[in-house]
Structure formats: C-alpha cells, structure tokens
C-alpha cells in the first residue's frame, strides 16, 4: 500500500539559534553523533542524537555536500533528518582564517593552564575550530 512504502528520500534541514542553513531533499546523510558518525539512508528507524562538533555531510544530486555542525541534537525519522546546532556553516561559508585563529588562540590558552585546571572551554573552542577546519578542507 503506497500509505506504508517506505520514503525514498531524507527531508533534511539543519537549524541554529540564528538561521535555518540548509533545507533540502537528499538519499543519504551522515552525522557525527556524540558516540560516534551515525550515516542515515531512507526508512531508518526513528531515534534522536545527541550531536559532536563535527563534520555532517549528505547526498546532494550525486555530490557530497560538507558542513560543520557545532553541538547540539539530530532527530531522525525515517523521511526526515532535522538538526538542530549551536551553529552551523556549509563548507563554502566557512571563514578558514578565522577557525584557524579560533584553534591558535584555544591551544595557547590550553598550553598555558596548569594540568590541573579546568580546560573544558578551551578544549571545546579547540573541538569548534577542528570540525569548521575539517569540513572546509571536504569542500572541492
Ligand atoms: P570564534 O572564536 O571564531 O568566534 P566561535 O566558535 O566562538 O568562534 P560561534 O559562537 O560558534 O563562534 O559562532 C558565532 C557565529 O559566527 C555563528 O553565526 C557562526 O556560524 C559564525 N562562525 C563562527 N566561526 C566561523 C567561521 N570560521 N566561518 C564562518 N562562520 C563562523
């Protein structure tokens, strides 16, 4: 029955606090979950995530397109993929200079903390830089 077939393709939309960054039909999406990259076809069973600062990327008309995504939850439904981060930016939006200045300021702030101190901030400014670094090298 048409009502029961299984979606052929993944409504995705990706959301911040600021904007929606991408809303589009694809076939395939892959996250960077929190324990680990979470890769999604059509008809995957529903869950929700919990995200990493990392790379997500999809199935764009036979390209793969890149993003970063910094922190937050994806639900995942078996014709939908909706993500919503703290931010977001397509590889191409990606300002390199300005994550590569992000990740020299967090590794010099981490170099000058004592060992016992508390780093966390430092270490996921340094995480932030990573993933928008990672994701604008994907774009060619
Ligand atoms: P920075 O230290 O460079 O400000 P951040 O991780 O503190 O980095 P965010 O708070 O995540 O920055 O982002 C603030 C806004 O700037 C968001 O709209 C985000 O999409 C954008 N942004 C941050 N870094 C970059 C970048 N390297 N290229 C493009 N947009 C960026």
Redesign the pocket.
Known sequence: MPDEALPTEIELRVV?P?RPVVSERTTAVSLPGKDGRLGTLPGHAPLISELANGVLFYDHGGQTKYMAV?EGFAEVLPGRVTVLA????MAE????E??E??KR?AEEQLRQHPSDEQTEPQQT?LQ??LA?IEAAKQKA
């Open positions: 911040t600021e910094l703290q931010a977001a930016e939006d990606i300002d390199v300005r994550a200045r992000a300021q400014a932030r830089s928008r």
